[in-house]
């Protein structure tokens, strides 16, 4: 931590001003407010500089003199998607060397982490690009009423057509992020401690912990032990079995598939992603609990808080460690 905060001892003074392809070391995204506000605040992102298409709500990147900006993208992958787009087409800001950290929280599995478990991850799975039938209606041997487009049952892997339906991140960063963060002291919360005490196996009922494990993403918020199985499930084919289904949430597939195209141009580069999601609720309910309750009553969980703070905790280690290291980092990843 100490080393971020020697990375943004020099602060601009706060102002609205043109980046004329302003050199960026590391980008952040969020998702809505309270996920950009942490790093805004910790970091002091006084640089604001408005970027054309990108949400109403949050229509400026935010910066400071150590060249660590941030961007919210609005919620969900459309938003997701105009907002990254607008930023790469900007060209405002010269991206080519940017690393870019997703950071936002999601719903958790309780077999893989807890409420305010941070995840970092190694594959990206889009949960909506399936075919779907309404599970009373599905032959009675699917586990689901899930099956992958111009397939024939939920257990035959999908032709990947779309070309966004997995993605597989650097490896040699994932490890990095992981190391750098594994041990740090997580933030939790009373509520949280007493939601996870009604799950009776770990990790889902022990403090929350950095973890390496993968993403799923889809607009529908979902509850349930049938459908949570699904995306089990469903990571493991889209992965060839190497994925482990760990957080939900709706964006980064979305905001992948933007970056990727930008890398096609030359303009940034993919191998410089990294994705971080941390569990603000559990996907599935506790023994005795109904799926109804676990969705409709989410926010009561109490992991709100500590995920928004450990957003910053988990992540800021890689952060502080690119924009002080710089030299070593500026080609790639140390050690490619």
């Known amino acids: 931590m100490a080393s971020l905060a020697r990375a943004s001892a020099t602060q601009a ?29 910790r970091l002091k992102l006084t640089e604001n500089t408005p970027v054309p298409g990108l949400s109403p709500d949050y229509p400026a990147v935010h910066c400071n003199a150590s060249d660590i900006c941030q961007i919210t993208t609005g919620m969900g992958h459309a938003n997701a998607a105009a907002s990254i787009a607008a930023l790469v087409y900007s060209h405002q800001f010269d991206l080519r060397r940017t690393y870019f950290l997703v950071a936002g929280i999601a719903g958790i599995d309780p077999q893989q982490g807890t409420l305010g478990t941070a995840a970092w991850a190694r594959y990206l799975v889009d949960f909506g690009i399936q075919w779907e039938l309404d599970a009373r209606e599905a032959p009675p041997s699917w586990k689901s009423g899930f099956l992958g487009i111009n397939t024939h049952n939920p257990d035959e892997k999908p032709p990947l057509d779309y070309r966004t339906e997995v993605f597989h991140l650097n490896d040699r960063l994932v490890d990095r992020a992981y190391s750098l963060s594994r041990h740090v002291s997580l933030a939790d919360s009373p509520e949280a401690q007493a939601a996870r005490a009604q799950y009776a196996s770990a990790p889902a009922n022990q403090p929350p912990s950095v973890v390496q494990c993968d993403t799923l993403a889809g607009d529908t918020w979902w509850s349930g032990n049938l459908i949570g199985q699904r995306a089990r499930d ?22 992948f598939e933007v970056l990727k195209r930008a890398n096609a141009a030359g303009w940034v580069d993919v191998a410089r992603v990294a994705v971080l999601r941390t569990g603000s609720d559990f996907d599935r309910p506790h023994d005795g609990q109904s799926d109804v309750d676990n969705l ?7 992991g709100f808080g500590p995920a928004v703070e450990n957003l910053y905790r988990a992540g800021s280690p890689l952060v502080a460690e690119i924009t002080t290291h710089w030299p070593q980092w500026k080609n790639g990843v140390p050690g490619e």
């Not at 409709?296 to 109490?302: A, M, P, S």
Request: aromatic share 8%; net charge neutral; glycine share 6%.
């Open 13 to 41: 003074p706060a102002a609205v001003k043109p980046a004329a392809h302003r050199a960026v070391k590391v980008m952040i995204i969020s998702m809505f407010a309270p996920e950009g506000q942490i790093w805004i605040d």
């Open 296 to 302: 409709l009553n989410y926010q009561q969980q109490g």
């Open 234 to 255: 469903w990571t493991k084919l889209l992965t060839d079995g190497k994925g482990t289904y760990c957080t939900t949430q709706q964006e980064d597939n979305a905001t």
